[in-house]
């Protein structure tokens, strides 16, 4: 059994409404902030609301375990406990809570405590570049960077952002996000990479490791925990997940981040079976602290924050941006922090462990080391001088925005050999507003919350300013000068006369589709957040079938945050569709590499196309337009059928399948073995022990033995086409049947680079984990007894060669 407490929450709420003027007006002003009548006032307990009792339980779990300061942690904790040991309880709160909404030149901001020599931290959005700043870069999507199979390519991303975050003297970058696609139409879905537990974890862990390079990055922060799957009633719903569901497939990228070591986690807005995900004793404290044994941090998501003394206890560690309304000047932590633990409400050893935990990321990162101070302010782009220093921190990472774009690249039908395009080519079109540039700039919409030009981010926190954009129209025009090739376009996507003028007599016709999507804080022709429908904006469709009714050769391109319908699909005149996603500022470059075959598509779906939206494991978000009941419950009812599986499992045939991509090129598998690998005597004794325990030990979950390669499967790719290119064979896992798992589960990729004519052998690695279901008696991952199915494969509809473990 967990060691677990009940706890009344109902006496926990500390809440003070009082407003001051200063910065700082919900820390401690001192360490003498004992005779502040603030904290007199803290005492009184706001009324506890009522909520209608939820339909799923999440059980107690206390209480929060201390940071172990083991592993890659140990030296940066122990500089932490030792450097807390002289701080005052005010000195030790003033860094678990924010300064308060827009009091800092970041997003969120942790004061400064001159005093301590101690120069505060700053956190600042977004998973694809610096947020609110200028002369950074725009990088790819966490969905496009998932679509390059490519870990490499994914760490390197990482790595860059995480030196645009540093040059503008960030402490802590607010990514990755990891929530998969469990509903087609939730807004933030493209933030994330993809619709596969495994993927997104590997794509995760890849993030946070270039992001926390040692003596480049800055700290990570793995969002959002968890179960925060739509925009739709965010702040009031609840998502009620069974114990296995949970652990097979949300939890799956946030276990890896904590293998990359990530210095944080941010807990999300939502209730997870009942219980807010700030203050969600089970999944902080038990699953997040105990199970996977994490030495981070645990962050609130801005307002996340849902009481003082039950949030400190469940295992929250830093409030941010600090106040409980933005701009309230009140706060659940700060002066009131300090109040609860005087009066026995929470224990000092538990602001002790918050302390030690968010010092230690810092210098996790080194970052007490040489770091430049902010130098830019988010609220006040252009006109605060003295706060904007317009710190150029882009350096030459273009070149891997646009390498990344065009690896990025989902080719998805190519008839004729309509692609890649040649040089001779005569005239070509360019149709549709995707095609342009936006008309009120790259950064005219405030979030990036609007719908016209090529798209190329969605919209919210999850974005940047981009520095350019370079959309295809410009792109084409370099190469028609240099081709001889005219061009000729429309932008318009209303204008059918002009449309019918520009698809009538090109060799090819580029017709430009998009679909948006962004989070719950901007609407967007009444897409709140979430899309309403997964068709194609902006009278896509229509421009589409109109230029396939005049034009032999009509290319589909599509920026979108994730699947759309194409009701046009069987247009015979449709000889290319291409997948380019949200690519960032080199849009066009990237597209025009792929179209061109200077670079050989290989980009593979993230997530899987369906013919009907209804085909969908969750079709619809489920949403109340009125707060009545005041807690939406979102039922997981699909359980561990997400994406692939959901179409396997109910014999659906998509459109396109998960995985799916194609080449300039073609390659052959074969031989397959599966060898085993050889384990330490340590090794087998801990799995022993794991098997016969009966409590979960600390970072039970995420022990070596359980992650180590037992097997690895082995089999040779071939080129067999006429030129390079790059491959990505899948590994699938059938479970036994008895196992009640999905017909098959993703479990290993990886992209190769070969020649024509080339063969080269891949190795992919098994462990027990990969192997295991989480027993919900037992608590623990065990591997069921039985044969497995090993499938190599090209999609997940397809089969290359199989063998049995
Ligand atoms: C989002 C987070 C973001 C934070 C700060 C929240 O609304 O959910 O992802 O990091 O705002 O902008």
């Known amino acids: 059994m967990k060691p677990a407490l009940f706890f009344l929450l109902g006496a926990a709420l500390l809440v003070n409404s009082q407003s001051l003027n200063s910065t700082s007006a919900i820390l401690n002003a001192s360490a003498t902030a004992t005779s502040s009548p603030l904290l007199a006032a803290s005492t009184t307990p706001a009324a506890n609301p009522v909520y209608p009792v939820p339909t799923a339980f999440s059980p107690p779990f206390y209480p929060a375990p201390d940071t172990r300061g083991e592993?890659?942690?140990?030296?940066?904790?122990?500089?932490?406990?030792?450097?807390?040991?002289?701080?005052?309880?005010?000195?030790?709160?003033?860094?678990?809570?924010?300064?308060?909404w827009q009091n800092g030149s970041c997003i969120g901001n942790i004061a400064s405590q001159p005093e301590l020599g101690f120069d505060g931290l700053c956190l600042q959005d977004s998973p694809l570049g610096v947020r609110r700043s200028d002369f950074v870069s725009v990088f790819p999507a966490g969905v496009n960077a998932a679509a390059t199979f490519d870990r490499g390519l994914i760490r390197a991303r990482g790595l860059a952002m995480a030196e645009e975050f540093k040059g503008k003297g960030i402490h802590v970058a607010l990514g990755p996000m990891m929530n998969p696609y469990r509903a087609v139409q939730a807004g933030r879905n493209w933030e994330g990479f993809g619709g596969d537990p495994y993927l997104?974890?590997?794509?995760?862990?890849?993030?946070?490791?270039?992001?926390?390079?040692?003596?480049?990055?800055?700290?990570?922060?793995?969002?959002?925990?968890?179960?925060?799957?739509?925009?739709?009633?965010?702040?009031?719903?609840?998502?009620?997940?069974?114990?296995?569901?949970?652990?097979?497939?949300?939890?799956?990228?946030?276990?890896r981040s904590i293998q990359a070591d990530v210095a944080s986690v941010m807990c999300s807005y939502n209730q997870i079976n009942g219980s807010w995900g700030c203050q969600n004793s089970a999944l902080l404290n038990g699953v997040l602290k105990t199970e996977l044994g994490f030495q981070g941090y645990v962050m609130s998501d801005w307002q996340a924050h849902e009481s003082g003394v039950g949030g400190a206890l469940a295992g929250l560690d830093m409030s941010m941006p600090g106040d409980i309304i933005f701009k309230s000047n009140t706060s659940y932590w700060g002066y009131n922090?300090?109040?609860?633990?005087?009066?026995?409400?929470?224990?000092?050893?538990?602001?002790?462990?918050?302390?030690?935990?968010?010092?230690?990321?810092?210098?996790?990162?080194?970052?007490?080391?040489?770091?430049?101070?902010?130098?830019?302010?988010?609220?006040?782009?252009?006109?605060?001088?003295?706060?904007?220093?317009?710190?150029?921190?882009?350096?030459?990472?273009?070149?891997?925005?646009r390498e990344m774009g065009a690896a990025s690249v989902v080719l998805?039908?190519?008839?004729?050999?309509?692609?890649?395009?040649?040089?001779?080519l005569r005239d070509v079109s360019l149709i549709g507003n995707?095609?342009?540039?936006?008309?009120?700039?790259?950064?005219?919409?405030?979030?990036?919350?609007?719908?016209?030009?090529?798209?190329?981010?969605?919209?919210?926190?999850?974005?940047?300013q981009l520095p350019y954009l370079i959309p295809p129209l410009e792109a084409i025009q370099q190469r028609a000068r240099k081709n001889a090739t005219t061009v000729i376009w429309t932008c318009d996507n209303w204008d059918n006369t002009t449309i019918a003028t520009a698809a009538t007599g090109p060799e090819a016709a580029l017709v430009f589709i998009s679909s948006n999507s962004g989070e719950d804080n901007a609407v967007v022709d009444g897409n709140y957040g979430d899309r309403k429908n997964i068709s194609a904006w902006l009278n896509g469709d229509y421009v589409v079938e109109s230029v396939a009714?005049?034009?032999?050769?009509?290319?589909?391109?599509?920026?979108s945050v994730g699947p759309i319908l194409m009701p046009w699909i069987d247009h015979p005149n449709i000889t290319a569709i291409v997948w380019a996603g949200l690519p960032g500022q080199e849009s066009g470059n990237a597209l025009l590499d792929v179209l061109y075959g200077d670079y050989n598509p290989s980009g593979r779906l993230p997530y899987t196309i369906a013919k009907n939206q209804e085909d969908y494991p969750v079709p619809y978000i489920n949403f109340q337009t009125t707060l009545e009941p005041a807690h939406p419950q979102i039922n997981y009812t699909e359980e561990l059928l997400v994406d692939y599986r959901w179409f396997h499992a109910n014999n659906i045939t998509p459109l396109f399948p998960f995985g799916f991509g194609l080449s300039y090129t073609a390659f052959e598998y074969s031989d397959l073995e599966i060898v085993e690998a050889t384990v330490s005597k340590r090794h087998l004794v801990e799995e022993g022990l794991h098997k016969r325990a009966n409590t979960t030990e600390v970072g039970s979950s995420v022990a070596e033995w359980l992650h180590e390669t037992r097997w690895s499967v082995e089999f040779?790719?071939?080129?067999?086409?006429?030129?390079?290119?790059?491959?990505?064979?899948?590994?699938?896992?059938?479970?036994?049947?008895?196992?009640?798992?999905?017909?098959?589960?993703?479990?290993?990729?990886?992209?190769?680079?070969?020649?024509?004519?080339?063969?080269?052998?891949?190795?992919?690695?098994?462990?027990?984990?990969?192997?295991?279901?989480?027993?919900?008696?037992?608590q623990r991952w065990v591997k069921p007894e039985g044969e497995f199915k090993i499938v190599i494969a090209k999609h997940a509809d397809d089969t290359q060669l199989e063998s049995t473990l």
């Open 716 to 778: 040779d790719v071939t080129n067999t086409g006429s030129v390079n290119g790059c491959d990505v064979p899948l590994m699938f896992v059938t479970f036994p049947e008895a196992a009640g798992e999905p017909p098959r589960v993703l479990r290993g990729f990886e992209r190769i680079n070969l020649d024509p004519g080339a063969t080269t052998r891949v190795s992919l690695p098994l462990s027990i984990y990969s192997l295991s279901i989480w027993d919900v008696v037992s």
């Open 434 to 464: 995707g095609a342009c540039p936006p008309w009120k700039g790259p950064n005219g919409w405030n979030n990036r919350a609007g719908a016209d030009g090529n798209l190329v981010i969605g919209w919210g926190s999850g974005t940047a």
């Open 200 to 255: 997104q974890g590997e794509a995760a862990y890849e993030t946070i490791k270039g992001m926390q390079t040692p003596g480049k990055g800055v700290q990570a922060v793995a969002k959002h925990y968890i179960a925060n799957e739509q925009e739709r009633n965010r702040t009031e719903s609840s998502s009620n997940v069974n114990d296995r569901t949970l652990h097979e497939v949300y939890l799956a990228p946030f276990l």
């Open 337 to 401: 922090l300090t109040e609860s633990v005087r009066n026995g409400s929470v224990p000092e050893s538990r602001v002790d462990d918050m302390a030690t935990r968010i010092l230690a990321g810092y210098y996790l990162l080194e970052q007490e080391q040489d770091w430049s101070e902010v130098n830019f302010k988010s609220w006040d782009l252009q006109l605060d001088p003295l706060f904007n220093k317009h710190v150029n921190v882009q350096a030459d990472h273009y070149k891997l925005i």
């Open 412 to 424: 998805l039908k190519n008839d004729n050999n309509a692609l890649p395009l040649k040089p001779s």
């Open 71 to 100: 592993g890659a942690w140990k030296a940066a904790t122990a500089k932490a406990r030792a450097r807390i040991s002289t701080w005052t309880l005010e000195q030790k709160v003033n860094i678990t809570t924010g300064v308060g």
């Open 549 to 559: 009714s005049r034009n032999k050769n009509t290319i589909v391109i599509i920026n």
